[in-house]
Structure formats: structure tokens, C-alpha cells
């Protein structure tokens, strides 16, 4: 077979070598054209080439000894060749910048080397350091124990593998399969996905292939489309049903995993259902709520308060919030993402403890405070549970002693340390806070784990908490005289619970356990 | 990393050889100059240099592009509009690539400095290198393969 063969990863180095071929170059301008991994690759590799240079020209403006003469000697002057004035401009317009260079600037952004992410699991085990569903992956080796992962590369193509297995992930565009099973699935736009293999490199033309390696020989196996297999001597296309090499083995089926994956989430919300029936007869609740969606309610906004005996005036409204898919399918959620979304409630009563409870999935941090629970205002014994900016969960509570003016700041604030980072975003997510009024001490919890326990200076004991009109992922009416902060929550929330007691720490183990995605 | 570093990486994406890079340099720097008293302090130089660099990489690329492999507009604006947004990152890449390049062994390093040494063709930088241009290519190849390693290792070291 004659077909060319385009290597992303070589055009660009040929292209900044000065040595790509008309043809190539076209191939590698549609490329860049339609994918931004393989731009931001081009700008990657063209800044080394940059710093390369740089680098080499400095080492040859000092003298080298074990170096040969080049027919060329360079000096800094001879890499502009260009009149000296227009450099000395170069330089001062750059030396001006350092000075007014603004700080903001060199504030990092974020970024990430990921190639590729982790999307689906089934009783996987890794070798090094474990990987769960939703992790993005660098360019690394994957040592698969055991179970099923499936990955997705951000070129488009999606492997599956079964451990035992060992799997390198060079780029977004190219992979290694050192030994196991294999399957891979390349649409149209992931055209030219490479798949090295002990013997043999195989160049997808858009298409889904298996690939057994055991004891350093590959066997692979075309379901559909077209593969290229290079050889050490030969090129050879692969079409439809055609098979390369011995296997003793069955190539990966690819059906059997989505029913897994399926079957599991069914056993995980069956098994939550079972718990929440019985947890909501806990005489200790004041409001709990599953995010049941009625699709028979004409409104479309009730949140029912599910606590048993029923208490119909702790049920809650949504205002914008819109239903969404849960911790599994099958289980609602509502999303909050614009300003206005929230959850409404009246919550009767005086208490001299509370633990609030939910499974949230934040998508971002994205507001000074991000609000999980709060009541209208904020007068004494009211209490407060928002995400702060830098990640960290932030239970306040106030008492104004009555000689201390209004204006006075005067609320006992309590933060955890940092849990929303960019690993935990996206994800679902356990949070508890408890707070007992007589000891002042708060103890917060993400995913069943202590990540906050304090006193705070200001507690004075027995002090009353009450809620009264009160919101689930906002702050919407504010203090009189404030103009109204923007404080949704960016995310999911899709159970809540609101006790008149202290939990305990094995309790909020329990409600983790049972309610835990996977 | 000099701002004229950042510049360079930057062209270099857009522009087919280091002479155009020059060229345009060379051309940016100038009207920079010139119009530097336009130049708001407090507001951001890179992109505000960055929009110059750009503009002469396009007009460079068009008055070459009849004879030459050069990128047609719609991606030279992608390129130059994702750059500007990455330039911290690009510095930390060049901090890191400029650490594992002083780790490399002197015979390893010796390949890096036939090829890119300023205004050498390819196959010139081999011959001089006494090397076939394949076998060349290969060594380089390596090379930086063993670069792009070392230097997404450091990152994520240095990454909090």
C-alpha cells in the first residue's frame, strides 16, 4: 500500500526544520485549521524551537572548545543582520515594557498538559497512582490492573481497555500499547490517530479496531473502516473484518462495559433509595430533600420536604434553577447557573444544634461567595453556608450583642481549608457541616473526611438558631441598604438534608457511603 | 524570559522560516518605536505588541504567500488569538526547557547546537554534523523527544 503517511508530531518538527513538503504542509494547514490541540501543540513546539535557538546562540557567543569551526561563525549581531539602531529600538521598546509592565499580568492562568481524559471505570485498578472517572491524563503510562477503563483523547478517539494492561499516552494523537486488550474507536476527526504496538505502528483512518499484545507480539483485528499496519518491512491496509497476527484470545467486545457501567448505577441508586427511605424518618430532621421531579406538576418548580412524618411547610420552590440529570441517571438534580436560580423555603423554629447535609456537583468557584444554604438577611442565630473563593467551605452564624451598633460586623465565620480545587469541580460531592450552639464548636466534612473543627472567639453559649424564609443555592434578599450581591451556586445540587442535631462524624460516614456515586 | 523571546515563539508560530521571524521582527520593533507614545501604560504590553506582530505577520505572509508555504489567514488568526492567552504559559515552558537543557550531557547538547545555530539550513546543519540528513533528522528526533519528557516533567513539578 502506498498510502502517506501524516504524522502530526513530525509535520511539525519538518515544518519548523524547514524541510515539510508542499503536500504535507497543506495536510498539516487542515489539521491545524480544525483542531486546537494540534495548534496549541505548533505554538508549543515553536516557542522550543525559539528557546532553542536562544539558547544555542548563547552558548556560541562564549567560546567552545570541543567544538568545530562552523563555516558560519555566529555573533548576536550576525543573528539580526539588520542596522544596529532598529535592535537598539527592539531593546529599549522592551526594556521601556519592564517598567511599565502592568502586575496583573503575571498573574498565572491556569492551565493543564492534559491529552486526554479518563471517562468511564468499572472495578479498575491501577498500578501507580489511582485514576477515577473524569481525571484529566498527561502524557504518562497506564498500568491497568485490573477492570475496564475507558479513555478519551481530545483529538476525538476513544480507547477502551482491559487490565491487565499497560497503555502509554504519548499525545492527544498517539498512543502506545505495551500489553493487553484493546479497542479503539476513531471518528472523522481524529483521522490519523496513531497506535504503536510491539512490531507494529497502526495508523487509523477512521474506523474501530482491536488490539490484543501478549508477550511482546500484537494481534489487531478491524471492526470497520480502514487501518494502515507499518511494519518494520512492509505497509499494510486493513479493511473491515480483516485480521493481522495470532491471537489466542478474543479481541475486546465493546457492548458488554455500557451494560456494566448501566447495571452498576442502577445497584448504587437502588441501594441510595433504601437508605433514604429509612434516613428520612430520622425524628432530627427539619426539611430533606431528594429533588424528586414531578413531571405531573403543572408548575414544574415544587421541591417537596420528604421528611417522614410529611411536613408539607418545609416544602421548597425553585425559582430558574432547572432540573437535570443526578449523582446517577435516573436521579434528578436541580442546576443552578444564572444569578436569579435558587431554592425557596420557610423553615418554622427555634434550635440549639443543626447539621446541614447535601451531594453537590460545583462546576465552578466563580463568585467571591458561592451559596450552598442562607436565610434571608442575616439577623442573630442565622445561619450562613456558602463556598468561599479560594475554594473552602464557609459556615458563619450571627449574634449582635444588643449594646454593639447594627453596623458592626459581628458573625462568627468559620472556613475550612480549600476542598473545590480543579480536581474536585465537575464531580459530585458529600458536604456536612454540624454546629452546636452550647460548645460553639463547628466541624465540617467533605466527603465523610474532617476538614474543618473550630470554636469561634466570639461564641457565646446557648444562643438560639433559627432559619425562617430562607434559599438553597443563592442570597437573594439581602440585608435593607445592600445592593443585592451576586452569590449563586455554579453547579448541581441534587439531595439536601437540614437536622435539628449534631450528626456524628460515623453518621456523615454513613450518609457518604450510602450516597456515594460510585 | 525577554519579552523579545516571547515575541519570537510567537512569529515563529505564524511564520514559516526564523528569516521571516526576523523580518517581522524587525519591522514590528520599529513601529513599536514609533508608536510607543500610543502605548498606554497600565495595559498590556504583550498584547499590545503582540496586535503589531500580528498585523506585520500577516502583511509579511501575504506579500509572500504567492511562492511560499505560508498558513492562509483564518489560521494565522486562530494561531495569533490562542497565543496571546498562553503567554505565561510558554514562559514556563521556556524556564523549564532551559533547565533540562543545561542537564544534557555535552555530546547530546552538541547535535542541538549544529541544528539550530542561526541561519543554517537543515541539510547544511547535517553535513556539518557529518551526518546523512535522515540519520540527522533522527538523532534531533530524539533529541527532543527526550526534551518534551523532561521539560512536561518539570512542569508538573513546578505546577502546584
Partial sequence: MNVPEFNLNEAIDHHLDGTLSPEDFTRLQETLLFDPTARALLRQRSQMDATLRDWTLARQSTPL???????????????????????????????????????????????SSGVAMLSQTLDAEFAHSPLRSGDTITPRTIKLTKGLTQIEFFSGATALLEGAAELEIISSWEARCLSGRIRVHVPPAAKGFLLHAPGMKLEDLGTEFALNVKDNTSAVHVFEGEVIAHTDRTSSSLKQGMTLGNTTTDFLPITELHDLIAQRQQRRLDAWQDWSNQARTDPRLIAYYTFKHWTDDRWDRLVNNFTEPRNPKHSGGAVGARWTEGRWPGKEALGFKRPGDRVRMSLEGTYSALTLSCWVKVDSVDKKYNSLLLTDGYDNGEPHWQIFQDGSLMFSITYRPGDVPKSAKYNQIYYSKPVFTADSLGRW?????????????????????????????????????????????????????????????????????????????????????????? | MAHESRLRGFLRTLLPTWEDVDDVLQETSLIAWRKFSQFEPNTHFMAWIGTIARFEALRHSRNKARDRLVFNDDLLDLLADESLTE?????????????????????????????????????????????????????????????????????????P
Fill in chain 1, 429 to 518: 460531592h458529600h458536604l456536612a457541616v454540624t454546629y452546636d450552639s452550647t460548645s460553639g464548636e463547628v466541624i465540617q466534612y467533605f466527603d465523610a473526611q474532617e476538614v474543618g473543627r473550630e470554636i469561634s472567639p466570639l461564641h457565646q453559649p446557648a444562643r438560639p438558631i433559627t432559619f425562617g424564609p430562607c434559599e438553597i443555592g443563592n442570597w437573594g434578599l439581602p440585608t435593607q441598604n445592600h445592593d443585592s450581591p451576586i452569590r449563586n451556586l455554579n453547579g448541581a445540587i441534587d439531595e439536601f438534608a437540614i437536622y435539628q442535631a449534631v450528626l456524628s462524624p460515623t453518621e456523615i460516614l454513613q450518609q457518604f457511603e450510602a450516597g456515594k456515586p460510585e
Fill in chain 1, 65 to 111: 572548545t570541543a567544538w568545530q569551526p562552523s563555516p558560519k561563525p555566529p555573533t548576536p549581531s550576525s543573528w539580526f543582520r539588520r542596522p544596529i539602531q532598529t535592535t537598539l529600538a527592539t531593546a529599549a521598546a522592551i526594556t521601556l515594557a519592564f517598567v511599565l509592565w502592568p502586575k496583573e499580568y503575571n498573574s498565572p492562568e491556569a492551565t
Fill in chain 2, 87 to 159: 503567554t505565561d504559559l510558554r514562559e514556563r515552558e521556556h524556564q523549564a526547557l532551559r533547565h533540562c537543557l543545561d542537564k544534557l550531557p555535552a555530546d547530546q547538547a552538541r547535535w542541538l547546537e549544529h541544528a539550530y545555530q542561526p541561519g543554517i539550513k537543515f541539510h547544511e546543519a547535517a553535513q556539518l554534523a557529518g551526518k546523512s540528513v535522515t540519520a540527522f533528522y533522527k538523532i534531533l528526533q530524539r533529541l527532543r523527544a527526550i526534551l518534551q519528557t523532561c521539560m512536561t516533567k518539570e512542569l508538573q513539578h513546578s505546577t
